[in-house]
Each structure stands twice: as structure tokens, then as C-alpha cells.
């Protein structure tokens, strides 16, 4: 097998044209030069130098290796730079699995704002489903298919070999009221206050759905659901029509319907946690992956001040549908 170091000592020998002067050169003897051209040419099989005079050129052989060496050099070159630009987080690719109301409000910005401050990162995008028994995405970030997966998951389920959870956001859940509702009037309602009203949303077990019966659960009913509704947009027209309440969380209000009216609920506030899971920390752990974890942070903060402000709005207007604060 030729040995790549040799290669370059044969460039050096043939572009200086002797073995005197690529030993001067390189810093090593006249001896040693010659030794290690000895080796290769025994490697290769084949003369790779003649003397001419005091100084020595190339045979076919050896100019086609010194051609060879050179582009070598020139990709290790190139496949160093790249590894600095990989392990810098400036280059490199990130496969990511999102659920739908997290897409536009969370992973729409940050991927744009991550490809504004490092361009050579590609970002791989893929739905997946947080209904059904292989709604959870965590087995494709084990085996490596994914990089980062989006996952709504109760504080008390974060033990899960091999995968990291970082908090994201606590997105709290809503009471979405018809125009004109008696309970609209209140600035905020107890979850009992929905315990006899006809519900809109999906009945299908799924990590969204927890928060919801676990707080109703805890007050003390069993939400009854009479319209199915496939996504929070649809539920908010099921809703706006008078064919039943809803408990909606604040990121699936981003489309807010003009019919409806949003109210915050407590004793208890639903609230469902995202997290980002990514494999546990290990030195193979793309630079890139922690680069978008920081925008997926600095967004998940900007939403969480947004719905601050929008919780305020709601209070604001309760009081100025009921004259006082109910």
C-alpha cells in the first residue's frame, strides 16, 4: 500500500529537482530522503526516479504519483477545513422531527434564524404525528435517524436511556368559548365551570390529550367531547358555531378565530411541557444540533413573552365585556 507522507516526499524531491536540496528543504539529511524514496519505490513496485547528473527526475511512474500527491494534498487540505467548519457548527446537517403547533411557532423561526447566522448548516424537517402508539419520535433520535425531536412530555417521564430532554416551553391551555357565551363574561374560570358543557376537541389518547383529562381528572369530571376535531384551527370553528367549548393551548391560538372568545382557566391550569430531545451528550454530538438548540431556546423565550402579553389582552377583555373583573 503507498503511504501518503512518502507520496508527498516524491512531490518535494521532484519539484526541487534533487535529493539534496528536498532534504534542505523539508529539514531532514540527504540519507533519509533516500531511504524513504527507496521504501516507495518498493511499495509502488516500479522505478519512480532516474539521476541525472547531481539530481534526480521523475519516470512515468513518478510523475503520475507526483500528480497524485498533489491533488491528495490538496483534499486533505480541503477535508481538514471542513472538519473545523463541522466541529465549529458552522457546517453540518440536523434531521428534526416536529409536531404541527409547534412548527410555525417555534421551528419555522428558528431554523430561519439559525440559517441567518451560520448559511452552511442544513436542517432536515419532518412531521411527525403526537397521536397513536408510535407517536413518540424518541426511537428515531436513538437509532440516529433524527438528530433533534420536538415532544411534548409529562415532567415526571424524562428518564429515558440515551436520550436528553431540554426544556423548551410550558404552553398553558386555554378555554375557548363561543361569542356570547354566559362564561365569556368571566375574566378567568374555574375548570369546573366547563365540567356540563359540550366539549370540542379529541377524544384519542395522545401526550396533548394528557394534560387535559389529568386536569379535569383533578377537578373531579370526564370532559365530554361531542364534536372530534382533527386540529386547533377546526376546533375553533367547531366552537365559534356554538357546538361546544374547548380547551386549546396557547400555541394552537396563533390562528385565532374572530368568533371566539379565549378565557385562562385554573383549579387546575392544564399546561403541556415541550421539550427538545436529542441524544445524551457525547463528543460525537454534532456542533450543529447545540447551534439550533440555542434558536429553538431564544425562540421558545420569545413565545413564552408573547403569551404573556396575550393572557393580559384576554384579562382586558373579560373586563371590558362584564364592565368589572369577574
Same mark, same amino acid.
Given at each position: 500500500?503507498?503511504?501518503?507522507? +512518502?507520496? %508527498?516526499?516524491?512531490?518535494?524531491?521532484?519539484?526541487?529537482?534533487?535529493?539534496?536540496?528536498?532534504?534542505?528543504?523539508?529539514?531532514?539529511?540527504?540519507?533519509?530522503?533516500? %531511504?524513504?524514496?527507496?521504501?516507495? !519505490?518498493?511499495?509502488?513496485?516500479?522505478?519512480?526516479?532516474? +539521476?541525472?547528473? +547531481?539530481?534526480?527526475?521523475?519516470?512515468?511512474?513518478? +510523475?503520475?504519483?507526483?500528480?497524485?500527491?498533489?491533488?491528495?494534498?490538496?483534499?486533505?487540505?480541503?477535508?481538514?477545513?471542513?472538519?473545523?467548519?463541522?466541529?465549529?457548527?458552522?457546517?453540518?446537517?440536523?434531521?428534526?422531527?416536529?409536531?404541527?403547533?409547534?412548527?410555525?411557532?417555534?421551528?419555522?423561526?428558528?431554523?430561519?434564524?439559525?440559517?441567518?447566522?451560520?448559511?452552511?448548516?442544513?436542517?432536515?424537517?419532518?412531521?411527525?404525528?403526537?397521536?397513536?402508539?408510535?407517536?413518540?419520535?424518541?426511537?428515531?433520535?436513538?437509532?440516529?435517524?433524527?438528530?433533534?425531536?420536538?415532544?411534548?412530555?409529562?415532567?415526571? %417521564?424524562?428518564?429515558?436511556?440515551? $436520550?436528553?430532554?431540554?426544556?423548551?416551553? #410550558? #404552553?398553558?391551555?386555554? =378555554?375557548?368559548?363561543?361569542?356570547?357565551? &354566559?362564561?365569556?363574561?368571566?375574566? !378567568?374560570? #374555574?375548570?369546573?365551570?366547563?365540567?356540563?358543557?359540550?366539549?370540542?376537541?379529541?377524544?384519542?389518547?395522545?401526550?396533548?390529550?394528557?394534560?387535559?383529562?389529568?386536569?379535569?381528572?383533578? =377537578?373531579?369530571?370526564?370532559?365530554?367531547?361531542?364534536?372530534?376535531?382533527?386540529?386547533?384551527?377546526?376546533?375553533?370553528?367547531?366552537?365559534?358555531?356554538?357546538?361546544?367549548?374547548?380547551?386549546?393551548?396557547?400555541?394552537?391560538?396563533?390562528?385565532?378565530?374572530?368568533?371566539?372568545?379565549?378565557?385562562?382557566?385554573?383549579?387546575?391550569?392544564?399546561?403541556?411541557? $415541550?421539550?427538545?430531545?436529542?441524544?445524551?451528550?457525547? &463528543?460525537? %454530538?454534532?456542533?450543529?444540533?447545540?447551534?439550533?438548540? #440555542? =434558536?429553538?431556546?431564544?425562540?421558545?423565550?420569545?413565545?413564552?413573552?408573547?403569551?404573556?402579553?396575550?393572557?393580559? =389582552?384576554?384579562?382586558?377583555?373579560?373586563?371590558?365585556?362584564?364592565?368589572?373583573?369577574?
Amino acid at each position: 500500500m503507498l503511504d501518503r507522507r +512518502r507520496m %508527498q516526499l516524491l512531490r518535494a524531491v521532484v519539484t526541487s529537482g534533487s535529493l539534496t536540496a528536498a532534504a534542505r528543504n523539508l529539514g531532514y539529511t540527504p540519507s533519509a530522503i533516500s %531511504q524513504q524514496m527507496a521504501v516507495l !519505490e518498493k511499495e509502488a513496485g516500479i522505478a519512480l526516479l532516474e +539521476r541525472t547528473g +547531481r539530481g534526480v527526475r521523475p519516470t512515468e511512474a513518478g +510523475r503520475m504519483l507526483t500528480d497524485y500527491a498533489a491533488v491528495i494534498d490538496r483534499h486533505f487540505t480541503e477535508a481538514e477545513a471542513e472538519l473545523a467548519e463541522l466541529r465549529a457548527g458552522r457546517t453540518g446537517r440536523v434531521a428534526v422531527r416536529y409536531f404541527a403547533t409547534a412548527g410555525a411557532t417555534l421551528v419555522a423561526p428558528a431554523v430561519a434564524a439559525l440559517r441567518r447566522e451560520q448559511p452552511g448548516i442544513q436542517v432536515e424537517l419532518k412531521l411527525s404525528d403526537l397521536k397513536g402508539p408510535l407517536a413518540d419520535p424518541l426511537a428515531e433520535v436513538r437509532s440516529r435517524l433524527a438528530d433533534l425531536a420536538l415532544v411534548v412530555r409529562p415532567r415526571d %417521564q424524562l428518564s429515558v436511556g440515551g $436520550i436528553q430532554f431540554v426544556h423548551l416551553l #410550558d #404552553d398553558r391551555y386555554s =378555554a375557548v368559548l363561543p361569542e356570547g357565551h &354566559p362564561l365569556a363574561a368571566k375574566r !378567568e374560570l #374555574d375548570l369546573t365551570d366547563l365540567a356540563d358543557e359540550p366539549w370540542v376537541g379529541s377524544d384519542q389518547p395522545g401526550p396533548c390529550l394528557e394534560p387535559v383529562l389529568d386536569a379535569c381528572g383533578s =377537578a373531579g369530571f370526564s370532559p365530554n367531547f361531542v364534536v372530534e376535531s382533527g386540529d386547533y384551527d377546526t376546533a375553533q370553528g367547531f366552537v365559534a358555531a356554538g357546538l361546544g367549548v374547548g380547551l386549546i393551548p396557547e400555541m394552537g391560538l396563533g390562528n385565532r378565530h374572530p368568533a371566539v372568545v379565549v378565557r385562562p382557566v385554573r383549579n387546575p391550569e392544564p399546561i403541556r411541557t $415541550i421539550y427538545a430531545a436529542v441524544r445524551a451528550p457525547s &463528543p460525537a %454530538q454534532p456542533a450543529a444540533v447545540h447551534k439550533l438548540l #440555542d =434558536a429553538l431556546a431564544t425562540r421558545a423565550a420569545l413565545v413564552a413573552q408573547a403569551a404573556l402579553a396575550a393572557r393580559t =389582552a384576554q384579562a382586558a377583555e373579560a373586563f371590558t365585556l362584564s364592565g368589572e373583573w369577574a
